[in-house]
Each structure stands twice: as structure tokens, then as C-alpha cells.
């Protein structure tokens, strides 16, 4: 089932379309390809120099490519794409099915439409035996009789190309100016018969040229045509996003109209890209598919960077509020449990033999920290900053029969100081903030602890961030115990332990990993 919003609309499936998708759908991108199914080398039988694929039919080409890219998640939708609207979100594409897409960005590949000379017969033999182009089927016609119709600027440049490929070439004139000076001296000197008179209509037999027929009635033997045709974009849907097509030149001649981009594809219209003959009308279908190549990966660096700028402004306010009151009241009214309920590893590690007397627990949470620290004889005041927390607390402590031992208290510490001297131990567990708040607080807590006490820290060490363990990706948070220790007076500290203490874990897919914990110990001389 299709779904509605992607991140990149693909409007024509062509080489340029399907090569830029490919490179979208492998960047893991949600590609939809909207395309018509009106290649323009449709009447091609084959197609050249597209390196590995010589010869082969260009349909062949686009099935391949449709398979590869949707076993990369993409998706097609067989529809024109009638217009296109921006909004602040990205565009709203609605194609001819009364369907409507949404796009963060669209990369439009739809081509162009070669305007033929008014000669009768020759749009039905168009990509058989009349060709534009000498690279593309030049070696096919080799050695045959080609008649070079002028209906360009570059309808001389062309003929010395396919006099390359066959001695008999013909230049016909059908009716315009005659050549002079040194391109007569040219065609005469190459032996290229010039034909003046205008030409009526395309003779075939056994469904193939056999010449063209003047207006004057006599018919000039040739078994293929090559004609300049007028190149125009299929620029509809651009157009409605403001997008006019403009003149391509070429060598100073103007050889039709295409939508002007900077070289990626980039055009005008923020979050538009082209790619291949709608752009370029030179292009062959290996220049195209190579264009739309890099044109896909600019689409992705430019959603990279609208992903990077939208992820620094939210991780900004996380940092700004993520730590806050309303945030932790929030974070515990989500769930029945936020913690494990059982007391922190380095607490029962360091604590375990140390004699009872009063201690303050920053940040309680749940309350298993302080229901721990009173079942073995302290008097505890445990904070915290959401009351949700300190209710459940409350009542961990009641029912561990040791209410009577915990002081619960609703603050910020940050702003309300603990009392200077007043703690035998002052223990932090995992108590996060950025660097200049915590090193307040820091202050602050070293500063509560009395003669002889004890001040434990600890949080989750910054080496986890690199071992997938799970951990809040704030670095600016994290720290180490030896930078806690660091902010000590050493004629004031005694410090036992500044380290990192590996412990036994389990990652988010539940393998056994070892988790770093930064703890600072100090004793208060």
C-alpha cells in the first residue's frame, strides 16, 4: 500500500528519474517515482554507448532499474504528475489520478519533446531510420546513404559528424539559405552534395526509407535521415511552481527551451532539483542517468542538513528543559516505574561500611537509594525536584517500615542550597547537568558535607556514548570522576577513589555488555 508523504517525489521515470532514485532509496530515503510511461527514446529499438548496456533496448534498461530500486523500499506510481504546490512543509504534488502526495523535496527528470520539421512521413520513422544524433546512431547507419535535413543552427556541424560515419552524405537544404564561403568550400571539399529544394514528403517501401520526395516531384534516393529537432522541456509541472522555461544554447545557438539549474540539479524554487534532458537537452541517457547520479546524493545532503539543523535546535531545548521540573513530573507520571527499585551499585559499594549517621540523597527518584541508606541505621533527606517521584518514594519508605528515618524534600538544588556542614554523607547518583550547573552544584554538595564526611558523585562515563549502551547522547553532560575531583581543595579533601568503574549490563536488543560508571569518593578532612 502506497503510503501519502515521502521524503523525495520523483516525477518521470526515465534514466535520469530512476538513477537519482537509486541513490535516494539506497541513502534509505522514502522515494516515490511518479512517471507516465512516455520515454523519450520510446522508438528507439536500442540503445548506445551506455557502458555494459550497448545495444540493448532502453525498455530493458528501465525495467532493470525499477527492480533494483523498489528491492530499496522504493515505490512507483504509474500517473503524471499534473502540478505542484509549496507549502512550508515541503510540496504537494497532484497527479492526474486525483491523487495527492506529499514531498519534503521533488526532483523532476521529465525530460523533453523533440519538435520535428513539418515534413510528412518523417515523425513515423522518428528513432528507426531518422536519427538527430551521430553518437547515439551513427555506427548503425555507417556507410549508408543519409540525407542531413537543416532544421538547426548546428544542422552543418552535424553533417561533417555523420560524414565522419558514411561517404555518402547529403545536405538538404529543404528550401532555406544556401551555404556559403567556407562552409560550401567545406561541403564541396568533403563531397557532400548540397539539395536546395524543399522537400515534401518521406518515401518508404518494405517499411523502410527509401528517400524524400521534393516538392518539385523528383525523389533523391537515401536510405536513412538525420534531422536537428526543436528540443522543449516537459515543463509543465515546474511551471507551476513558478519554474519558466528558458532558451538553451548552444555554440551561441539557441536550440530550444529547457529549466536552468545550477550544476547539481538545484534550481530557483528551494527544494526543487532537475536532472537530464529537462535541464539539459544534450544529454544522452548515460550523461543523464550520471547527472541525476549526483543530483540524488545533493537532495540527500540537503535533507541531511534540514535534519541537522532541526535536530541541534531540539537538542537545544532538551538540554534546556529536558532536566527541568515540568520535564521529570512528566517523565514520571508516563510510567508506574521509572527505576529498578533497587539501590544504586557504587552506593552499596561505598556506603556498605561506612557508620550510620545523616545523610542527603540528591535527586532520591523512587526512593531506593534512601529506603537502602535508612535500613541500615541513617537518618536520610532525600530531594528531589517532581513531587510524583517523592510520593512514590514516600511510600516505598512506608512500606519498607522506615518512614520515620527519611525526610522527603520538594527542591531544586541548584537554587536552594543544602545546609553548609550539616551531612555525614552526601551522595549524587547520575545527577546530569550541563557544565557550568553542575559545577555549581558540585559546590554546593561539597560544601554540605561535614568534617569527616563523606561526598560520593557519580554518573554514567562519557566512553559509553561510543559503545551503544544506550545512553542519553549529551556529552556535555557527561564527566569523569577525576574532573569532580579536580574542583576539590586537596587541603580542604581527602580523595579516595576519582575513577571509572566497569560493571555488568544489558544493551537495548538485551546483550551482556560492560557499562562505565564515572565515581568520585571523598572524605572531608
Known amino acids: ?37 512516455e520515454p523519450r527514446n520510446a522508438p528507439a529499438a536500442h540503445m548506445h554507448n551506455v557502458l ?15 527492480s533494483e530500486i523498489s528491492g530499496y523500499g522504493a515505490e512507483f506510481a504509474e ?22 502526495v506529499e514531498a519534503r523535496r521533488l526532483l523532476v527528470t521529465t525530460g523533453l519533446v523533440d519538435e520535428l520539421p513539418a515534413v510528412d512521413g518523417l515523425r513515423e520513422r522518428w528513432g528507426r531510420d531518422v536519427a538527430h544524433c551521430p553518437y547515439c546512431h551513427g555506427w548503425e547507419l555507417r556507410d549508408q546513404r543519409i540525407g542531413v535535413i537543416v532544421s538547426s543552427p548546428l544542422a552543418f556541424h552535424a553533417t561533417q559528424m555523420w560524414r565522419q560515419l558514411s561517404p555518402h552524405v547529403l545536405f538538404l537544404l529543404n528550401g532555406g539559405p544556401a551555404p556559403a564561403g567556407e562552409q560550401a568550400e567545406e561541403l564541396a571539399a568533403r563531397a557532400i552534395p548540397v539539395v536546395a529544394e ?43 511552481l513558478g519554474l519558466e522555461a528558458a532558451d538553451f544554447a548552444m555554440n551561441g545557438h ?26 539539459n537537452l544534450g544529454a544522452t541517457v548515460a550523461v543523464a542517468a550520471a547527472a541525476a547520479q549526483t543530483t540524488g546524493a545533493m537532495i540527500n545532503m ?9 535536530a541541534v535546535a531540539e537538542y537545544r531545548h532538551r538540554i534546556a528543559t529536558i532536566f527541568e521540573e515540568d520535564a521529570w513530573e512528566e517523565r514520571y507520571r508516563g510510567r508506574d516505574a521509572v527505576w529498578s527499585g533497587n539501590p544504586n551499585p557504587q552506593l552499596v559499594a561505598d556506603v556498605a561500611d561506612l557508620p550510620a549517621g545523616r545523610a542527603l540523597d540528591v535527586g532520591c527518584g523512587e526512593g531506593a537509594d534512601a529506603v537502602w541508606l535508612a535500613q541500615r541505621g541513617w537518618q536520610v533527606t532525600a530531594v528531589d525536584i517532581a513531587t510524583v517521584a517523592l510520593g512514590r518514594a514516600a511510600g516505598h519508605a512506608a512500606s519498607a ?11 531544586d538544588l541548584r537554587a536552594e542550597a543544602p545546609d553548609a556542614g550539616s551531612y555525614d554523607l552526601v551522595s549524587a547518583q547520575f545527577m546530569h547537568l550541563p557544565p557550568q550547573e553542575r559545577r555549581e552544584l558540585w559546590a554546593n554538595l561539597a560544601a554540605a558535607v561535614a568534617p569527616g564526611g563523606t561526598l560520593l558523585i557519580v554518573g554514567h562515563h562519557p566512553s559509553d556514548l561510543a559503545t551503544f549502551v544506550g545512553r542519553m547522547h549529551f556529552p556535555d553532560m557527561l564527566f569523569t570522576g577525576e574532573e569532580i575531583a579536580a574542583t576539590l581543595d586537596p587541603a580542604q579533601w ?3 577513589a576519582a575513577e571509572t568503574r566497569p560493571r555488568p549490563g544489558k544493551d537495548a536488543a538485551g546483550r551482556e555488555i560492560t557499562i562505565h560508571d564515572a565515581v568520585l569518593v571523598a572524605r572531608r578532612r
Open 1 to 37: 500500500m502506497q503510503q501519502d508523504a515521502y521524503d523525495v517525489v520523483v516525477i518521470g521515470g526515465g534514466a535520469a528519474g530512476l538513477s537519482g532514485a537509486l541513490v535516494l532509496a539506497r541513502s534509505r530515503r522514502s522515494v516515490l517515482v511518479v512517471d507516465s510511461g
Open 52 to 66: 555494459g548496456h550497448d545495444g540493448r533496448p532502453p525498455s530493458e534498461l528501465l525495467a532493470a532499474g525499477r
Open 79 to 100: 500517473a503524471t504528475a499534473m502540478s505542484a504546490k509549496k507549502h512550508d512543509g515541503g510540496f504537494t504534488v497532484t497527479l492526474d489520478d486525483g491523487r495527492q
Open 198 to 240: 524543399k522537400i515534401a514528403s518521406v518515401e518508404v517501401a518494405g517499411d523502410r526509407i527509401t528517400g524524400v520526395r521534393l516538392e518539385t516531384g523528383a525523389v533523391v534516393a537515401l536510405d536513412a535521415l538525420a534531422v536537428g529537432p526543436r528540443f522543449v522541456a516537459r515543463s509543465a509541472v515546474l511551471e507551476s
Open 254 to 279: 539557441v536550440l530550444g527551451s529547457h529549466i536552468p539549474a545550477d550544476p547539481n540539479g538545484a534550481t530557483a524554487v528551494p527544494g526543487v532539483w532537475v536532472a537530464g534532458n529537462v535541464t
Open 302 to 310: 540537503d535533507l541531511i542538513a534540514e535534519e541537522t539543523r532541526e
Open 401 to 411: 517500615g522506615v518512614a520515620d528515618r527519611i525526610t522527603f524534600r520538594h527542591a
Open 494 to 496: 581527602e580523595v579516595t
